[in-house]
């Protein structure tokens, strides 16, 4: 059984047609001279471009699932589709913008269980899709990070939680003949909505991810705190804390992938090599001064320098432990 979704008159129509072109392109059949497909993003789902007579569109197709995702999403209805469209409804009625959401697509086998879904929305193009160079230090823009910082506060205010707030799910738009900045939200799938504005805690958790650059980051702690009504010390002090310890958290993780990608490092033998350095950088501690010391602290550098320095992408780790440049 497929089901089609859509709060817009003949939303039913359009949603089968765009996945007619979807799905004729995934197969390599020919589309009429009028549509135009093709891929904008692949990854774990994938997102394609439909430019065609009824419009421009973008239709994200998720990726398979595993048999307990794919029972749980179908028998309790909360599909990431059907939750990338309602999340997007939710947004319009709060006037915070996004892609105008069109509708969303499931196929569920005899059994209710979730074996494919698409979301669709209206193409917008945006002057960046991804805030990743501003993130990482790349570019700076002291104007487009304090519009961010008041974007974020507003968007908080209203009580907003984007669960994966990252660089590359804020596209925006800027008009040059004014110089205001519109910040959309995408990738809608991981979101909740408070009836309140909030909490300081919640909100810290919810930036943490944001930016690697302490530049950045206390600019837009400066700007989003000052739209909160807060003291911008003690925030931007919270909020560089609370970045160092989301990327700490997540640095194992990112450089075992990072070994497996570079040196063919497997899980076993990383997990290995990464359990020595921990005992190592242990012992080292609680050492006194003394040529073991020095050795192991050597040993430690040279390990984080193959594994761990290419994804300590604020250098919070190598702050902490004092590792040189």
């Not at 239709?59 to 794919?70: A, P």
């Not at 749980?72 to 947004?91: H, V």
């Not at 911008?232 to 990072?258: I, N």
Request: hydrophobic share 35%; with cysteine; charged share 25%.
């Amino acid at each position: 059984m497929t089901k089609y979704q859509s709060v817009q008159p003949q939303g039913e129509a359009l949603l089968k047609t765009l996945r007619q072109y979807v799905e004729a392109f995934t197969e390599g059949k020919p589309l009429s001279s009028e549509v135009a497909c093709h891929v904008i993003y692949q990854g774990r789902n994938t997102l394609y471009r439909v430019e065609c007579p009824e419009g421009d569109f973008v239709v994200k197709h998720f990726g398979s699932l595993r048999l307990l995702r794919s029972a749980y999403y179908g028998w309790t209805n909360t599909g990431k589709a059907r939750r990338s469209y309602l999340n997007a409804l939710q947004l319009e009625s709060l006037s915070l913008p996004t892609p105008e959401p069109i509708g969303y697509i499931e196929q569920h086998d005899a059994l209710g269980m979730l074996i494919d879904s698409y979301y669709i929305c209206r193409y917008t193009a945006m002057t960046e899709s991804t805030l990743q160079p501003y993130a990482a230090g790349e570019k700076y823009s002291e104007p487009l990070i304090k519009a961010l910082g008041e974007y974020l506060a507003n968007l908080h205010e209203c009580g907003v939680v984007h669960e994966d707030l990252s660089p590359g799910n804020i596209p925006y738009i800027l008009d040059e003949s004014t110089g205001t900045y519109t910040f959309y939200l995408v990738d809608l799938n991981r979101m909740h909505f408070s009836p309140y504005a909030l909490s300081r805690q919640v909100s810290l958790h919810n930036l943490e991810r944001l930016f690697h650059s302490y530049k950045a980051c206390d600019l837009l702690a400066k700007s989003y705190a000052e739209a909160r009504g807060w003291e911008v010390a003690s925030f931007t002090r919270e909020l560089q804390a609370a970045c160092d310890q989301f990327w700490l958290k997540r640095l194992p993780k990112l450089a075992r992938r990072y070994s497996m990608r570079t040196y063919g490092t497997s899980t076993k033998q990383y997990l290995r090599l990464y359990d020595r350095y921990l005992w190592r950088r242990r012992l080292r501690r609680i050492l006194p001064s003394s040529s073991l010391k020095q050795r192991l602290f050597a040993e430690e550098i040279a390990f984080y320098r193959r594994h761990l320095q290419p994804e300590d992408v604020r250098r919070a780790l190598a702050n902490r432990e004092g590792y040189p440049e």
